[in-house]
């Protein structure tokens, strides 16, 4: 029977899934519950030292469509199928010191599982520097097998967090320089898709140091508003903000942000996320080089598993290794990057007639 241990940026997981940094991992009871369905690892709700207030309506909805009346929305219908999720939700509002002793009990009640803590600080200053290094530190202390730095929050005010400053490599070297030199487990970087510097951005951080790449964190969006209400589908007092769209709907950008890096970074590691619902989502991720699933909202969705995929991680195993072993592969490298090559330049795709000169007149 196929294998699906997977050796990725020097850690052992039982099987390559994970549940990416979100409401699945926000909590200690939350986690034990996915470690017990079976998820291969977790990277925690991201953790900081600001203060963190959510806006005072939902965080998060999810948006579906129909057959009937295909257009996308919240509101309930008959016979719908899962389109995105839409959030504005902040980083996790329980305080370091109480996040601590829990991942101490995660690791000594599942050891065989990976978690990763994903943390969030500021830059620009030698204590926001310090800060990473604080966060870093004490979650390793408490037993976390790696590190994600969050560089890809879509929906911050503060301009030297999050998303707002995953364009900056003199920033993203940083970052990775004061957290490498705090700790020695690997450290992952998750940026965010909605840059068209992100190729850029992601080998600053390979060669500062980084492990891996962790990609996509959600698409900046905003919610649809309603015809009939002129209400948006989420809103507070009238208002609303850029927020991140995740699920099935960004499905094909992650994958073609993923093959970016991969292509330009064949040998470093890529950390898949965006959109997978189910084995085929995955296999595509892995196809284009990564060595690793995250997954946040499908989990999110599935009813009677308190939010952590129980079902889902069930099916994503025993289709996977239903697949390797018709395959006959015995571990997901068998596989993985094979799409890598096949991505090419448009000129390089064979026309129906050689009169093609890439757009440009052929020389007579
Ligand atoms: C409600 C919600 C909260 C999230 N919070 C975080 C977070 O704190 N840190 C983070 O790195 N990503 C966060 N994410 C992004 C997810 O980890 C993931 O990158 C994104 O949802 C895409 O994966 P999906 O298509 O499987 O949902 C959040 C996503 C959702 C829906």
């Given at each position: 029977?196929?294998?699906?241990?997977?050796?990725?940026?020097?850690?052992?997981?039982?099987?390559?899934?994970?549940?990416?940094?979100?409401?699945?991992?926000?909590?200690?009871?939350?986690?034990?519950?996915?470690?017990?369905?079976?998820?291969?690892?977790?990277?925690?709700?991201?953790i900081?030292?600001?203060?963190?207030?959510?806006?005072?309506?939902?965080?998060t909805?999810?948006?579906?469509?129909?057959?009937?009346?295909?257009?996308?929305?919240?509101?309930?219908?008959?016979?719908?199928?899962?389109?995105?999720?839409?959030?504005?939700?902040?980083?996790?509002?329980?305080?370091?010191?109480?996040?601590?002793?829990?991942?101490?009990?995660?690791?000594?009640?599942?050891?065989?599982?990976?978690?990763?803590?994903?943390?969030?600080?500021?830059?620009?200053?030698?204590?926001?520097?310090?800060?990473?290094?604080?966060?870093?530190?004490?979650c390793?202390?408490?037993?976390?097998d790696?590190?994600?730095?969050?560089?890809?929050?879509?929906?911050?005010?503060?301009?030297?967090?999050?998303?707002?400053?995953?364009?900056?490599?003199?920033?993203?070297?940083?970052?990775l320089?004061?957290?490498?030199?705090?700790?020695?487990?690997?450290?992952?970087?998750?940026?965010?898709?909605?840059?068209?510097?992100?190729?850029?951005?992601?080998?600053?951080a390979?060669?500062?140091?980084?492990?891996?790449?962790?990609?996509?964190?959600?698409?900046?969006?905003?919610?649809?508003?309603?015809?009939?209400?002129?209400?948006?589908?989420?809103?507070?007092?009238?208002?609303?903000?850029?927020?991140?769209?995740?699920?099935?709907?960004?499905?094909?950008?992650?994958?073609?942000?993923?093959s970016?890096?991969?292509?330009?970074?064949p040998?470093?590691?890529?950390?898949?996320?965006?959109?997978?619902?189910?084995?085929?989502?995955?296999?595509?991720?892995?196809?284009?080089?990564?060595?690793?699933?995250?997954?946040?909202?499908?989990?999110?969705?599935?009813?009677?598993?308190?939010?952590?995929?129980?079902?889902?991680?069930?099916?994503?195993?025993?289709?996977?290794?239903?697949?390797?072993?018709?395959?006959?592969?015995?571990?997901?490298?068998?596989?993985?990057?094979?799409?890598?090559?096949?991505?090419?330049?448009?000129?390089?795709?064979?026309?129906?007639?050689?009169?093609?000169?890439?757009?440009?007149?052929?020389?007579?």
């Open positions: 029977m196929a294998s699906l241990k997977t050796r990725f940026t020097d850690l052992d997981f039982v099987n390559p899934f994970v549940l990416a940094s979100a409401p699945p991992t926000e909590s200690k009871r939350k986690i034990l519950r996915a470690f017990e369905a079976g998820w291969g690892g977790v990277v925690t709700k991201t900081g030292l600001h203060p963190v207030e959510n806006v005072a309506g939902p965080r909805i999810f948006q579906r469509s129909s057959v009937e009346k295909p257009y996308v929305s919240r509101n309930k219908r008959a016979d719908t199928v899962s389109h995105s999720s839409w959030n504005w939700e902040l980083i996790s509002d329980q305080p370091l010191e109480l996040w601590l002793p829990d991942l101490e009990e995660l690791k000594a009640t599942y050891p065989d599982r990976m978690l990763i803590a994903s943390i969030m600080a500021g830059a620009g200053t030698e204590e926001e520097m310090r800060n990473w290094q604080k966060l870093a530190q004490a390793v202390n408490s037993g976390c790696a590190i994600e730095l969050n560089m890809s929050c879509p929906h911050m005010d503060r301009k030297d967090m999050g998303a707002n400053i995953a364009n900056d490599e003199d920033i993203i070297r940083s970052i320089g004061a957290v490498t030199a705090a700790v020695s487990v690997p450290i992952w970087v998750k940026l965010t898709p909605s840059t068209s510097t992100l190729v850029d951005a992601a080998g600053a390979y060669e500062a140091g980084a492990a891996a790449i962790s990609l996509c964190n959600t698409f900046p969006s905003l919610p649809l508003m309603d015809p009939e209400t002129d209400k948006f589908e989420v809103e507070v007092d009238g208002l609303v903000t850029s927020g991140g769209l995740g699920g099935l709907a960004i499905l094909h950008q992650a994958l073609q942000r993923v970016d890096i991969s292509k330009a970074y040998d470093q590691a890529i950390s898949g996320i965006g959109g997978i619902r189910g084995f085929r989502e995955a296999y595509n991720f892995i196809v284009h080089g990564a060595g690793n699933l995250q997954v946040c909202t499908a989990a999110m969705e599935e009813k009677g598993s308190g939010g952590v995929g129980v079902k889902l991680i069930q099916e994503l195993t025993e289709d996977l290794r239903d697949y390797m072993d018709r395959k006959g592969y015995s571990s997901i490298e068998d596989f993985r990057g094979i799409a890598r090559d096949r991505i090419v330049e448009h000129s390089q795709v064979r026309r129906k007639s050689d009169a093609y000169n890439g757009g440009y007149e052929i020389a007579s």
